[in-house]
């Protein structure tokens, strides 16, 4: 595991508890925000770690549709 995921907030996330999972996809997991600020505030997440959103490419269309 390259030392960005290692260090990734949201891929611990996605590798621990996966009863928190309020929903998953085979590329996305759903969970609600532990410091929400909305009755309904929710995190969708990739499984597969992005380290920021210039790291996206044309491949990634259909996954950010998913998030939607």
Same mark, same amino acid.
Request: with cysteine; charged share 30%.
């Given at each position: 595991?390259? +030392?960005? *995921?290692?260090?990734?907030?949201?891929? &611990?996330?996605?590798? +621990?508890?996966? #009863? $928190?999972?309020? $929903? =998953?996809? =085979?590329? !996305? *997991? *759903?969970?609600? /925000? #532990? +410091?929400? $600020?909305?009755?309904?505030?929710?995190?969708?997440? +990739? $499984? #597969? &770690?992005? %380290?920021?959103?210039? /790291?996206? !490419?044309? %491949? /990634?269309? /259909?996954?950010?549709?998913?998030? =939607?």
């Amino acid at each position: 595991m390259a +030392s960005g *995921v290692q260090d990734c907030v949201f891929c &611990h996330i996605i590798q +621990s508890d996966k #009863r $928190k999972y309020l $929903k =998953e996809t =085979e590329n !996305t *997991v *759903v969970i609600n /925000d #532990r +410091s929400p $600020k909305a009755p309904h505030h929710y995190l969708v997440l +990739s $499984k #597969r &770690h992005i %380290a920021r959103q210039n /790291d996206l !490419t044309p %491949a /990634d269309i /259909d996954l950010v549709k998913e998030m =939607e």
